[in-house]
């Protein structure tokens, strides 16, 4: 499952990313509907949840700020304005690569995703790797 930020409603990013996923797509507040989710809950709500893949364009809070779990994965996006509609086309490339490729390879990752490159860290270490696209 992937679960989208508040930040990204109003955009058609969940029918947009469920043409090419397999799984739901759904926005956060489906999951808690009618209550305001402050992003030190998100961590507890995704728990609740079978392997969920957060994404969100919230680096300044979840990026280095928030410990990575073993349950889900984190995926902030480092996207300017006018480079959000790239957020979908991106999000797949990241599920195309290793360590992303799978539900169970990402869990325990938080990820930030820019137009140039992956970087992440994990449950096991909080080195961040880096991964270049490729320009093909």
């Known amino acids: 499952m992937i679960v989208l930020d ?18 739901a797509v759904v926005n956060i507040i489906q ?4 209550t305001l989710i402050p992003d030190e809950d998100i961590p507890t709500l995704l728990r ?10 919230n680096v300044a809070d979840f990026w280095r700020r928030m410990a990575p779990d073993r349950h889900f994965c ?4 480092s996207l300017l304005d006018r480079e959000l509609e790239a957020m979908p086309l ?9 360590p992303f490729r799978s539900r169970r390879s990402r869990l325990g ?12 860290y994990t449950a ?13």
Do not use: H, N
Request: a positive charge; glycine letters at 4%; hydrophobic letters at 40%.
């Open 124 to 136: 096991d270490s909080w080195a961040v790797q880096t991964l270049r696209w490729s320009m093909r």
């Open 48 to 57: 609740s949840i079978r392997q969920p893949t957060f994404v969100t364009i």
């Open 74 to 77: 984190i995926v902030c996006f």
């Open 31 to 34: 999951l808690r509907p009618r």
């Open 90 to 98: 991106l999000l797949r490339r990241l599920f195309k690569i290793e």
């Open 6 to 23: 508040e930040q990204l409603i109003g955009y058609d990013f969940p029918s947009i990313i469920g043409r090419w996923y397999p799984g």
């Open 109 to 120: 990752k938080i990820a930030r995703i820019s137009q140039q490159q992956a970087q992440y």
